[in-house]
């Protein structure tokens, strides 16, 4: 019998396989289409939804809504409901995001663009209840903060990158970094002000992120961990079991056993300590141990 999958099947097996990138455009992607369909229905019935939705999920600048709305400071830097809003801003960061990995790992991605959105967000708060010119009840949503930390962030860590572009030829990366931060977060500064500051708010974050990084400081370690503990809540993870042979002819049940449980209990320990703080954060004699335990017949 042949299977069949849907397009469903199919956009979560790519989740799955896909690297962060991959994932940080899908997840925009699904909040641009949970939002359209608020849009739909208040097209067709005037429900007025869609409004609310966007509110909820958008960062306020009143105090007393971000108090109760915590959460906006994530959610916000993944949504759009205007097309070419969230056309832009996933281009910019299919192209930054992938010079961005031809250097780092994707977890470095995932924590400069969240990093980079809540430092945007944060600016943002705080320029809209420290301003007399700016004291009014705003919302602010859209990646553009985040990605701004990504496309500053790696032309401050490799500034002399190049790029080829169409009738120009090659052109450093810091150039284009320097002109798309000017255009889009000082000129006419009237117009989308609060975008503007968290644009501001991004950029600042990923130049300090890498000038720290290039001196052996790395600002975002604890904000790593986190998320470290945060995703193995939502895994499924299986007790790692372990055969043992008994080399050793003379010992005895007792001591066989012994030596078995305190070496499940080693690898158990290990693993909790994966858990916690990522694969990264083992002592090469651990790596070692999992990887001859792990392999064990």
């Known amino acids: 019998m ?28 699904g909040v641009f289409l949970f939002i359209q ?31 109760f709305r915590p959460w906006t400071l994530i959610t916000y830097m993944f949504l759009h409901y205007q097309f070419f809003h969230l056309l832009s801003n996933l281009l910019w960061l299919y192209w930054f995001g992938k010079i961005f990995l031809s250097y780092h790992e994707p977890k470095r991605l995932l924590n400069v663009y969240l990093l980079g959105g809540i430092s945007g967000a944060l600016l943002y708060f705080v320029a809209y209840n420290a301003f007399p010119g700016l004291r009014q009840d705003a919302i602010l949503f859209g990646a553009s903060a985040a990605v701004m930390a990504v496309v500053v962030g790696i032309a401050t860590y490799s ?111 290990i693993l909790e300590k994966i858990a916690r703080a990522g694969y990264d954060s083992l002592t090469k004699k651990e790596k070692e141990t999992l990887f001859k335990m792990s392999n064990k017949n």
């Open 159 to 269: 500034p002399n990158h190049e790029l080829h572009l169409i009738f120009i030829g090659p052109v450093k990366i810091k150039y284009i970094a320097l002109i798309s931060f000017l255009l889009t977060s000082v000129t006419d500064f009237t117009s989308n002000t609060g975008g503007k500051i968290a644009h501001i708010g991004g950029a600042l974050f990923g130049y300090l992120y890498f000038i720290q990084l290039s001196r052996g400081k790395d600002i975002a370690s604890g904000f790593s961990r986190f998320l470290d503990g945060l995703f193995s809540l939502f895994k499924s993870r299986k007790r790692m079991k372990v055969t043992y042979k008994r080399s050793v002819k003379n010992m005895t049940d007792m001591e066989y056993n012994r030596n078995k449980a305190e070496k499940q209990a080693e690898i158990d320990r």
């Open 37 to 67: 369909i608020f849009i739909i229905i208040d097209a067709l019935f005037k429900t007025g939804w869609s409004a609310l939705v966007i509110s909820w999920l958008s960062v306020p600048s009143i105090p007393r809504s971000l108090l």
């Open 2 to 29: 042949q299977a069949h999958y849907s397009i469903v099947d199919d956009i979560k097996d790519s989740f799955k396989k896909g690297g962060m990138l991959t994932r940080l455009i899908y997840v925009n992607l």
